[in-house]
T-cell receptor, first 110, second 114 residues
Framework: QQPVQSPQAVILREGEDAVINCSSSKALYSVHWYRQKHGEAPVFLMILLKGGEQKGHDKISASFNEKKQQSSLYLTASQLSYSGTYFC???????????FGQGTTLQVKP | NAGVTQTPKFRVLKTGQSMTLLCAQDMNHEYMYWYRQDPGMGLRLIHYSVGEGTTAKGEVPDGYNVSRLKKQNFLLGLESAAPSQTSVYFCASDRKGPPYNEQFFGPGTRLTVL
């Protein structure tokens, strides 16, 4: 089942912070975050695994709550370049396939 | 390195016509994926492959077929196109596999079925 992201859209001023949430009704093995700019392909940001291991971006952080089956992406001191649509994808473990949420559109204004 | 490339970039089909989308990667990746992206729906997995000669169904496989005869290529076929298949199609690949599967996406193919 598709994970649910919230909020659907957010507008920020440069320098402000944002949090994007991803919730699943199924037990999570891994959570993957991607960003897609308008008209472009999605680009990898981060992977979070059960047990706390993380791998990814140096200016964006994320958390993974296994009990609540949730992940949150933290964008601090946002820059204009952070604008885009953020997708979380949940991994099932064995196959590599990801099920993506519907996306959160972030717009950062000067 | 060209990364992941997709051919064609744009295509318009009439209902009932067939076509094949080609995805090629030069990174020697084992895993390859086909997604479709529709407004408000995010990315939905159509089919995927965990290695040369293998394919498996994703979330929305109906109306599509795939083949992975060579490791670097993953083909997506539409045998009889329908307007509901109007979408942007993305191919992706990754080397490591689960759970560290950082997927690299191609630029996409915009398909319109009239």
């Amino acid at each position: 089942q598709q994970p649910v992201q919230s909020p659907q859209a957010v507008i920020l001023r440069e320098g402000e912070d944002a949090v994007i949430n991803c919730s699943s009704s199924k037990a999570l093995y891994s959570v993957h975050w991607y960003r897609q700019k308008h008209g472009e392909a999605p680009v990898f940001l981060m992977i979070l695994l059960k047990g706390g291991e993380q791998k990814g971006h140096d200016k964006i952080s994320a958390s993974f709550n296994e009990k609540k089956q949730q992940s949150s992406l933290y964008l601090t001191a946002s820059q204009l370049s952070y604008s885009g649509t953020y997708f979380c994808g949940t991994g099932s473990g064995n196959t590599g396939k990801l099920i993506f949420g519907q996306g959160t559109t972030l717009q950062v204004k000067p | 390195n060209a990364g992941v490339t997709q051919t064609p970039k744009f295509r318009v089909l009439k209902t009932g016509q067939s076509m094949t989308l080609l995805c090629a990667q030069d990174m020697n990746h084992e895993y390859m994926y086909w997604y479709r992206q529709d407004p408000g729906m995010g990315l939905r997995l159509i089919h995927y492959s965990v290695g040369e000669g293998t394919t498996a169904k994703g979330e929305v496989p109906d109306g599509y077929n795939v083949s992975r005869l060579k490791k670097q290529n993953f083909l997506l076929g539409l045998e009889s196109a329908a307007p509901s298949q109007t979408s942007v199609y993305f191919c992706a690949s990754d080397r490591k596999g689960p759970p560290y599967n950082e997927q690299f996406f191609g630029p996409g193919t915009r398909l319109t079925v009239l």
